[in-house]
């Protein structure tokens, strides 16, 4: 079969798999959330599209649903199962971990904590939930600067990103920002090098880059601006400029581009891909529709002294 007419039925498929999803999830009473670093084919079916920190919002804000099911990571599913404990969340694959998640064991904070008594402990919401139960407050990369403004602490606990924490310090000099673990950090935006940089910059002279905060901190520097996904996509839409080099998740563009429309936009590394954000297939959506599993769930306890740290997050977020 030519490549040509194979897109062509790969297409028919995924659309004919689109409606039959769409007419389950009306059945089921059900919401599709899901990561801007989703393909395009769940982007297209999802009912709300946002970084971790309008995740959480949105999650806290679900009464008349059902069931929610969760296209992104592990730790963003287990967020919304913290703020709605009654609600069936489901994530159309267990396997959609964010390994920088799993980065800070619970034993490895409390050990930090014995010996910082005096910090305060802020985690990346990118943590387990056995992790967050222990901290006081917990902040995205779009609030992270706020959120440790907010604690009266002038030592700070940070994790697990250490490019997030180093960006944090770099803000706030008053601050002394402890890394705990020494050296969290996501595999995919580590990838991306000042090289990459100055390559893109004589490649397209007219454009801004633009990069996520979980990108070293020389790589940011050497940017022209740094913020969450869900910011890039305002700060994209508010701009008067055409061009963009996109520092982050490659997928961060398809979300742009189908709402920013006539701005170019440019991926400042190709192989910026996270592979489990990709598990999500339209298939495993229709079967977790189907059979409203797999579940996320946790301890009663462990649930709810994590809530304290996500709403904690979100007042400070107003
Ligand atoms: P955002 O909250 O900016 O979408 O980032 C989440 C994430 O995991 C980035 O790698
Ligand atoms: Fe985790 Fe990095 Fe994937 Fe974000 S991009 S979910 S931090 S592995």
Partial sequence: MK?????????IMNSALQDEILKLKEE?????????????EVQEIADFLGDSLELCIKASEIEDKDLVIFCGVDFMAETAFILNPDKKIVIPTLEAECPMAHMLPEDVLLK?????????VILYVNSIAEAKQHADTLCTSANAVKVTESLPH?????????????????KLKDKEIIHVPSDGHCYVHRLIHVE????KRKEYPNAEIICHPECKLEVQKACDVVMSTGGMLRHIAESDKEEFVIGTEIDMIT?????VPGKKLYPLLEGAICNTMKLHTLE???????NEEPRVTLPSEVADKSRKAVEHMLEVSK
Avoid: M
């Avoid at 495993?284 to 189907?290: E, N, Y």
């Fill in 284 to 290: 495993k959506i229709r079967d977790s529709l189907i």
């Fill in 3 to 11: 490549l040509e007419n194979l897109f062509k039925k790969v297409k």
């Fill in 154 to 170: 002038k030592k700070i606990l940070f994790g697990p990103d250490k490019n997030l924490g180093t960006h944090v310090a770099d």
């Fill in 255 to 259: 979300r742009i581009n189908s709402e």
């Fill in 112 to 120: 930090a904590k014995e010996e910082h008594p005096d910090a305060g």
């Fill in 28 to 40: 089921k009473n059900a919401i599709i959330l899901a990561h801007n670093y989703q393909p395009k």
């Fill in 196 to 199: 990459d940089i100055e390559l």
